[in-house]
């Protein structure tokens, strides 16, 4: 078992415990769990945009193949 300081109150802490036993301070074990939380959060963030710019970008695909449609449709009369 390792033994860190807490940030907090600067006693010793478990690596592994979730929080400080004296002050209740959030420790090292919850750090790296929120870790995890935070990276799925920023690739959300980055997938949501992707799939904005995709929806963006389909959907000025889709108007300029219509446009050219109707265009051509309409020379061909
Ligand atoms: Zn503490």
Do not use: Q, W
Not at 65 to 77: E, F, G, K, M
């Amino acid at each position: 078992m390792v033994l860190v300081p807490c940030p907090a109150c600067d006693r010793r802490v478990s690596e592994k415990a979730l929080a400080s036993p004296s002050c209740g301070h959030p420790g090292r074990a919850s750090e790296r769990h929120g870790v995890v939380p935070a990276l799925s959060r920023v690739a959300g963030t980055y997938v949501s945009a992707n799939a904005v710019t995709g929806a963006i970008l389909g959907s000025v695909m889709f108007l300029s193949v219509a446009a050219v449609l109707i265009t051509l449709i309409l020379a061909h009369r």
